[in-house]
Nanobody, 122 residues
């Protein structure tokens, strides 16, 4: 079992930055961590993922060059740095965990946090 708790969401103006954090506890060894986001009425969207050894994968179409995922295995933390934010980045951001390689498919992740709201105003 893996428990995940996100933090760091908030409201910013377009062009601003936020840093999301995800605290992982439980059986976190060798886990791949992912960030997804969701807005009302839409399907959950992959944002980024990072393997235990920091191999990364991004949704290049929507976050290329603006978001950075990282992790600190010793602290059990995963981070998502959000820069140059746009109103269309507004969503609830979820942290997720799985064993194995990075994946952009949400159903590959059995463990999820409760989400943190990011709101970007124009």
């Amino acid at each position: 079992q893996v428990q995940l708790v996100e933090s760091g969401g908030g409201s910013v103006q377009a062009g601003g930055s936020l840093r999301l954090s995800c605290a992982a506890s439980g059986r976190t060894s060798s886990t791949t961590m992912g960030w997804f986001r969701q807005t009302p009425g839409k399907e959950r969207e992959f944002v980024a993922a990072i393997s235990y050894f920091s191999v990364t994968k991004y949704n290049e179409d929507s976050v290329k060059g603006r978001f950075t995922i990282s992790r600190d295995n010793a602290k059990g933390m995963v981070y998502l740095e959000l820069n140059s934010l746009k109103p269309e980045d507004t969503a609830v951001y979820y942290c997720a965990a799985r064993g194995g390689r990075t994946s952009a498919v949400d159903t590959d992740y059995p463990y999820w946090g409760q989400g943190t709201q990011v709101t970007v105003s124009s």
